[in-house]
Structure formats: structure tokens, C-alpha cells
């Protein structure tokens, strides 16, 4: 099945920096998502970004899919985006793969 | 609200007594799915339902059931709990998947706890 590698694994900023969470995948999708899973677990829909680029608020992504990567933009951080970021890729009977995640830590 | 809603949110219970932990949608979503998320192995799909009556097993299907008599709901029933059942449970659901695999949306996800 398909490989999802999420870079960097750990993330610690200051308030008010912006960051840049990566993810690879090993072969072309027809589907990607954002995922941020907020310190009491629950996992939130960023993002449905199988191609080209979105934004909402402070947070964009990018997807170019012939190079298999994905981009999640936070711009202006705030304590509140503290959390695991995952992307993930797939579904149907193979369900959803998910990369191990970037863990973003905001300073005040 | 468009949402997928669990319940229980927080269980604790003792090896072997049966419970069932509660998945329902309201946007009438034909595809249905279990996943398990564990420190060091991510999250994992137990069991998915591509329509009513259409079960079938993910990766880590034992010592769970499923049902899908209703459109709107997908229980996971733990006949018998045991401690390595402790996880972190998501439902998901999500439009029809055939050629496109369509956005999937999760549940508050189910924290249990097997004594």
C-alpha cells in the first residue's frame, strides 16, 4: 500500500512564528487530507486537498501531486494550534493511511 | 450540524464484560469505517461498511463486531474486552468510495479502558 512520511516529526515555535509541515507520499493519490488532533484527541478536518492549493484563516495547503507531496502552511501561530498534525491518503478497503504525524508545540 | 458522533466519549470496564461503543451520522454517508490509534502504531482500520448490510474486515478485526442495519449508524461491539483492546477509537464516514476515495470525516473518538 501506499508509504505516508510526515516531516519535521516535532515542531516547537514561538507564538506568532509561521511553519511548514510536509508530507510524501510513495505513489500518486486521488485523495489527501489534513488532519489536526487537538491535545484532548480528537482529530478535526483541516484540509480535503487532493490537488492544488486551499486556505482557510490563518492555515493553507498544497498538494502537487505529480511530485507526491503535500504542504501544510500555519501562518501568525497561536497556542491553540498546538497539537499532532497528520495527512493521510487512501480509504475505501484499505481505510485511510495516515503518517506518523508532526507534533507542533506553540510557546506563549 | 453535519457531524459523526460516538458514544460513549470515556469508558473504563473490566476484561470480558461485553460493551458496545455507539457510531452515528447525519449527512448520509454511504461509506462507514472503525479505526484504533495507538502510540507507536498510528491509527489502524478495525472494520468498514461500503452501504447497509455491507461489512468487512480492516486490518485489525479481532475481538470486534460490526453492524449496519441503518444507513446512519455503525456500532462496534467487544464481546469479550480485553486489556489490549485499550485504545483510542474513531468512527469515520464519508460519501461513496469507488473510483475517488472522498473526504472522510471522524467522530470525537471513544478513550477505552480494559482492566
Known amino acids: 500500500g501506499i508509504q505516508v512520511e510526515q516531516s519535521p516529526p516535532d515542531l516547537i515555535l514561538q507564538e506568532g512564528a509561521n511553519s511548514t509541515l510536509r508530507c510524501n507520499f510513495s505513489d500518486s493519490v486521488n485523495n489527501l487530507q489534513w488532519f489536526h488532533q487537538n491535545p484532548w484527541g480528537q482529530l478535526i478536518n483541516l484540509f480535503y486537498i487532493p490537488s492544488g492549493t486551499k486556505q482557510n484563516g490563518r492555515l493553507s495547503a498544497t498538494t502537487v501531486a505529480t511530485e507526491r507531496y503535500s504542504l501544510l502552511y500555519i501562518s501568525s501561530s497561536q497556542t491553540t494550534d498546538s497539537g499532532v498534525y497528520f495527512c493521510?491518503?487512501?480509504?475505501?478497503?484499505?481505510?485511510?493511511?495516515f503518517g506518523k504525524g508532526t507534533h507542533l508545540i506553540i510557546q506563549p | 450540524e453535519a457531524q459523526v458522533t460516538q458514544n460513549p466519549r470515556y469508558l473504563i470496564t473490566v476484561t470480558g464484560k461485553k460493551l458496545t461503543v455507539t457510531c452515528s451520522q447525519n449527512m448520509n454517508h454511504e461509506y462507514m469505517s472503525w479505526y484504533r490509534q495507538d502510540p507507536g502504531l498510528g491509527l489502524r482500520q478495525i472494520y468498514y461498511?461500503?452501504?447497509?448490510?455491507?461489512?468487512d474486515k480492516g486490518d485489525v478485526p479481532e475481538g470486534y463486531k460490526v453492524s449496519r442495519k441503518e444507513k446512519r449508524n455503525f456500532p462496534l461491539i467487544l464481546e469479550s474486552p480485553s486489556p489490549n483492546q485499550t485504545s483510542l477509537y474513531f468512527c469515520?464516514?464519508?460519501?461513496?468510495?469507488?473510483?475517488?476515495?472522498?473526504?472522510?470525516?471522524f467522530g470525537p473518538g471513544t478513550r477505552l479502558t480494559v482492566l
Open positions: 461498511s461500503m452501504n447497509v448490510e455491507v461489512t
Open positions: 493521510a491518503s487512501g480509504g475505501g478497503a484499505d481505510g485511510l493511511t
Open positions: 469515520a464516514s464519508s460519501p461513496p468510495t469507488s473510483i475517488k476515495y472522498n473526504e472522510q470525516f
